[in-house]
């Protein structure tokens, strides 16, 4: 199995290639990404290296003809980890154009060129701002869901996606900036009081999404079981006095859910993790739907857990 990763040099993909490399140290791994800033930084812990290992490719995920270039590159790349995106809230609301053609059509074109090259499997890195989406980001990447699974159409290439919520530690979490505040001395920032998030760390989103990486499926969303926290309660971690409130700064939730109201009655229970099945498939006949059926979304007002275990 060789493997491409979009938007490889963030932190999603520096922990997959991490995991991976664990797995197999000669396994072959390309990481497609435009900042060639990252990818020198990533080469220092994670060497580019010969005919086998890893390669560092640049490239927007908007151009087709360059992906086809780097998935038929010295070993023909058989699954893809679609992770490129815009993924802050208030910049895709202010540069939309831009956040459109990166989540929406570069998604499209990621799928275009899986399937033009013969990919056998691809996985789509998703997010709970998707479902009940509220933000210009939420609506992107709904959209990007949809492209995915509906790419099932079209060839052999297997597409799934995973949808999860924040990631501890990541280069665009909230941790950062209160860790670089209390740095400083400056007041903790927090949007609203009883505001909920879901969060797990990051290798265990890597861990996940490998996971369904290796799964025989296609047009399932998995959905991990998450825990949730209360935003204040992460912040006072920092500071339990100090802490200034704000308001949300651009369209946001007080509460976020993995599914919503009426994707319901397609999730099922894996035991493991929940699947959401998709509602039409016009490339299977008949689409089995194993699992236990769920009572209703999860939400993160209703699964709060200590800040403790997380922190």
């Known amino acids: ?78 699954h893809v980890i679609h992770a490129a995106a815009m993924k802050m809230i208030d910049k895709c609301e202010m540069d939309s154009i831009e956040a459109t053609r990166i989540n929406v059509m570069g998604t499209l074109s990621v799928a275009k060129a899986c399937i033009q090259s013969g990919v056998a499997r691809a996985i789509y890195i998703s997010t709970d701002k998707s479902p009940d989406a509220c933000s210009l980001y939420g609506l992107t990447k709904r959209m990007a869901e949809s492209i995915w699974v509906h790419s099932n159409c079209y060839g052999s290439c297997q597409f799934d996606c995973v949808r ?7 280069n665009k979490s909230v941790m950062l900036t209160w860790k ?79 599914w919503t109201d009426w994707e319901n009655g397609w999730v099922r229970d894996l035991g493991d993790c929940y699947a959401l099945y998709p509602m039409i498939h016009p490339w299977i006949v008949k689409m089995a739907m194993p699992g236990q059926q769920v009572d209703k979304p999860l939400r993160s007002c209703d699964c709060l857990s200590d800040v403790k275990d997380l922190l």
């Not at 490998?210 to 991990?224: E, F, H, N, Q």
Request: aromatic share 8%.
């Open 1 to 78: 199995m060789s493997i491409l990763i979009t938007g490889g040099s963030g932190t999603l993909g520096q922990e997959l290639v991490r995991q991976l490399q664990a797995q197999d140290p000669n396994r072959r791994i390309v990481i497609y990404s435009r900042d060639e800033g990252k990818q020198a930084a990533m080469a220092r812990e994670f060497p580019e290296g010969g005919p086998v290992g890893l390669r560092y490719m640049l490239g927007d995920v908007c151009d087709t003809e360059r992906l086809k270039m780097a998935l038929k590159g010295v070993t023909d790349v058989t």
């Open 164 to 170: 999860y919520g924040n990631v501890l530690g990541s």
């Open 180 to 258: 670089n505040q209390a740095r400083l001395g400056e007041a903790i920032t927090v949007t609203e009081a009883d505001a909920t998030r879901f969060f797990w760390r990051i290798r265990e989103a890597a861990a996940f999404t490998l996971k369904t990486l290796a799964r025989d499926s296609r047009g399932v969303i998995y959905i991990p079981k998450m825990k949730s926290y209360r935003i204040m309660d992460m912040a006072t971690v920092f500071s339990a006095k100090n802490i200034k409130m704000t308001g949300f700064r651009c369209p946001e939730k007080m509460h976020e859910c993995l």
